[in-house]
């Protein structure tokens, strides 16, 4: 059987290589939430999309949620493959197999869901998906993991793999005491003290947020970006299954999102006069209907 380095080796050559056919390095981005609903998944989809707009951009969203992918909700736009197959496959795939294996939105995003039952969850251990961001890396030149609120084994080594660790927060006290206590668990973690950047989410969002200031000192770092709230348009966006830089590309929630991305990957990712094609593909839209199933669970 290959091994993986031979694998890595392989699929290198025959993907995102530069004119010069020297190999890019690709940038992988974790994005992690303070708590549930503070806009992980929103912001994960978001910049992969903005990243994904350029041309010279292969982005790939890794989905670690597992509480994703019992969703029967999304049953109708569930890609054919899942991180259970990659991993399991790790050995047999080439470039194209490895592109064809994830599924590819409108946007330019390819998809790499996790969905496994919950008995599952001991298919991908944290050596296979060491081997599938290897792969990954050779194949794309952004990956964007969605962690779990779990925290896993699966979520460190994404982390670690990560170049940016975002942890997203609300300006709430619950929000910003979960942040402290995880950025004291992280800092224990090696080499991820450094690349944890808080961004909050959904600022404006009500009179009695905590400001900005006491934020800062209550968390003891600098906030990396702050996003805006706008449930109008992030709701209209998720409805119609298509990413903020498509559906909404001229305001201030799409703006911040572009400025995002380019903080953590340089360069002008901006995309002013993307086309808009609602409804083209719809697994973005799974959120509102998750939110809905959990809402009554
Ligand atoms: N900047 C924003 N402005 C307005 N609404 C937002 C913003 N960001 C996220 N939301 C809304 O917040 C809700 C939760 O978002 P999302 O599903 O991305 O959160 P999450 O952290 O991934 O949640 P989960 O814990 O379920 O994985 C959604 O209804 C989304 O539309
Ligand atoms: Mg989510």
């Known amino acids: 059987m290959e091994d993986l380095a031979t694998a890595i080796q392989r699929i290198g050559r025959q993907s995102h290589s530069t004119a010069d056919g020297r190999s890019r ?12 609903g503070v806009g992980t998944t929103s912001l994960a989809v978001n910049v992969g999309c ?22 029967d909700v999304f049953l109708d736009t569930i890609p054919d493959y899942t ?13 194209n197999l ?6 590819k939105h409108s ?15 001991s298919l991908v251990t944290p050596d296979d998906l060491h081997r599938v961001i ?13 962690l779990s609120k779990g925290y896993s084994e699966l979520d460190i080594v994404a982390m670690q ?20 206590r995880l950025l004291m668990s992280m800092d224990e973690i090696d080499g991820l003290k450094d690349k944890i950047r808080v961004v909050v989410n959904r600022v404006g969002l009500e009179n009695g947020q905590i400001s900005m200031k006491k934020a800062r000192e209550t968390i003891g770092r600098e906030i990396f970006k702050q996003i805006p709230n706008d449930y109008r348009v992030m709701a209209e966006v998720r409805n119609n299954g298509v990413p903020l830089v498509e559906g909404a590309p001229r305001a201030g929630l799409t703006q911040a999102i572009i400025e995002l991305a380019d903080l953590l990957c340089g360069g002008d990712q901006s995309t002013s006069e993307a086309a808009t094609t609602p409804g083209s593909s719809n697994w973005l839209s799974f959120w509102p209907a998750l939110a809905k199933a959990r809402g009554k669970a």
């Not at 991180?83 to 470039?95: G, K, P, S, Y």
Request: glycine share 4%; hydrophobic share 50%.
């Open 25 to 36: 390095s690709s940038t992988v981005l974790a994005i992690a939430g303070a708590t549930g």
């Open 50 to 71: 903005a990243l994904a707009k350029r041309p010279e951009n292969s982005v790939a969203l890794i989905d670690l949620d597992l509480a994703l992918g019992d969703a």
């Open 134 to 146: 290897g792969l990954l890396k050779a194949t794309f030149s952004h990956l964007i993991f969605d």
């Open 83 to 95: 991180l259970v197959d990659v991993a399991q496959n790790v050995a047999r795939l080439d470039f």
């Open 161 to 180: 793999a990560a170049e940016h660790v975002l942890l997203v927060t609300q300006l709430d006290l619950p929000c910003l005491r979960n942040v402290v």
């Open 107 to 121: 946007s330019g995003l390819y998809l790499l869901p996790m969905r496994i039952q919950l008995q599952d969850t």
């Open 98 to 103: 490895l592109k064809r294996s994830l599924t």
